[in-house]
């Protein structure tokens, strides 16, 4: 039995979240189904140019009903882009196809009607539209369950010698982006420890940490430039993919630490942690191991996955969760510098710190909205072929907090004591008593 209409509502809800979440996945894939019903099976998406490839393999092929009678033209797999997806909803919505394979608006790569009992098959599809296209395994027959391994390769011929360039059409320029902001934090990280160097006399434990994660992002940066090269040149990462879920961690680890430290006033304020602060470290921390488990699941299955929903769901609510946590310790150094400046006759002193931490506090929140919203909406509307602007733009946003943390909170040899003089002290504890409360 085919699809019937009314189940149209199901099946775009599964398309487009699979199709939004899964453009990064543009290399050499294998999986496996076992006994699987679902009626659409989303398994990559490419941007391909006018030389385009698939090579797809499918073996061990087998199906739950072996009755002859049916109709085997009803699954196979195809190629769509988002907008003739939405033309097959509005073709089943009038009856006019039963099935997604049916239409002639997708490309049909094979149907296991040309099977004629065998367990296996090889196809090369060439294209010659460029666009953006998912790869997608269609079973329109209701009752039956498809086991079988499927290996698919896309690619683009680039050149006069036809090299394979295996990174979407969009994203090919990525090694170059990722080993660009490489040198660009390795050179920070240098003009860091000339200015250690030169106020090693104010030097604080929190500078130093400062310095350790501008290195990890520049060295996560390079792994992630070296596992993008080898995807474009061979299909496979060769091990790169590990070091950077080894360096990815770590740098996330040490980053929220180091933001709940600032927001502490640790080390440049205060020598010590209190207790609700350590509270703070030991919950983001267990909450970034769960976070990067997430990333390297979502990475590696892929939307076929029985369980790749769940896993994103749970990245993006832990992911929340930690941006939230780090904002604990900001608002509790604000609230206690505010009570400080009533209370010790240093009015000038503290508003001038009270304005640094509300000042990082803004910085922070719009830094989480930009490369949390603004980065995954720029991925969403723009064309697959400028797919590199979305991370342009979100390591431009992270390169802009680095350089604002390190330029605010960077070692100062001057005492605040001697430059302020009575007058701005009134000022200042005038300016304090006017003031509201912050709002938060």
């Known amino acids: 039995m085919a699809i019937c209409p009314g189940s149209s509502r199901c099946l775009a809800l599964i398309f487009f979240i699979a199709l939004s979440f899964s453009v990064c996945l543009a290399e050499i894939h294998s999986s496996e189904l076992r006994s699987d019903g679902q009626p659409i099976i989303p398994l ?15 073996s061990q092929i087998s199906l739950s009903n072996i009755n002859p009678d049916l109709d085997l033209s009803k699954i196979g797999f195809f190629l769509c882009t988002r907008d003739s997806w939405l033309h097959v909803l509005q073709q089943l919505g009038d009856g006019e196809i039963t099935c997604a394979l049916k239409s002639t608006v997708v490309k049909t790569v094979y149907s296991f009607d040309r099977l004629q009992d065998a367990k296996s098959f090889d196809i090369d599809y060439h294209m010659t539209d460029a666009d953006q296209f998912t790869l997608v395994f269609a079973n329109c027959l209701q009752k039956v369950k498809v086991s079988m391994n499927v290996r698919s390769a896309m690619y683009n ?3 006069k010698n036809g090299r394979r360039d ?23 990280a240098a003009i860091w420890v000339r200015v250690l160097h030169k106020k090693r006399l104010t030097v604080f434990r929190i500078h130093f940490f400062m310095l350790a994660v501008v290195l990890l992002k520049a060295v996560n940066l390079l792994c992630e430039a070296e596992d993008k090269s080898y995807i474009k040149i061979t299909g496979s990462a060769h091990g790169w993919d590990v070091l950077f879920y080894i360096f990815s961690f770590l740098k996330g680890i040490s980053l ?25 470290l030991m919950i983001v921390i267990p909450l970034q191991v769960v976070a990067n488990i997430a990333q390297i699941v979502i990475d590696e299955t892929g939307p076929y996955g029985h369980d790749w929903f769940t ?8 992911d929340i969760l930690c941006c939230c946590a780090v904002l604990f310790p900001i ?7 505010r009570e400080a400046a ?45 797919l590199w602007t979305s991370t342009v733009a979100g390591e431009l946003a992270t390169l802009a907090f680095f350089v604002y943390t390190g330029y605010k909170f960077k070692p100062e040899a001057h005492n605040p004591y001697f430059v302020i003089d009575d007058d701005e002290e009134e000022a200042a504890a005038e300016q304090l008593k006017l003031e509201d409360e912050f709002e938060l």
């Open 44 to 58: 990559d998406v490419y941007g391909f140019t006018h030389t385009g490839r698939l090579e797809l393999s499918v």
């Open 311 to 318: 896993w994103k769901q749970v990245f993006l609510l832990v």
């Open 166 to 188: 295996y990174l979407s059409a969009g994203k090919t320029v990525l090694p170059r982006v990722y080993f660009l902001f490489a040198l660009i934090y390795l050179g920070l």
């Open 331 to 337: 608002v509790w150094s604000i609230k206690n510098l």
């Open 157 to 159: 011929l680039e050149g």
């Open 342 to 386: 009533r209370t010790d006759g240093k009015a000038a002193v503290n508003l001038m710190k009270l304005t640094l931490f509300r000042h990082y506090y803004v910085v922070f929140i719009c830094y989480i909205y930009f490369t949390r919203v603004v980065v995954y909406a720029l991925e969403t509307i723009t064309s697959y072929r400028y």
């Open 256 to 280: 929220f630490t180091l933001i709940v430290l600032i927001g502490t006033g640790w080390s440049f304020l205060k020598p010590y942690l209190q207790d609700k602060e350590k509270t703070v």
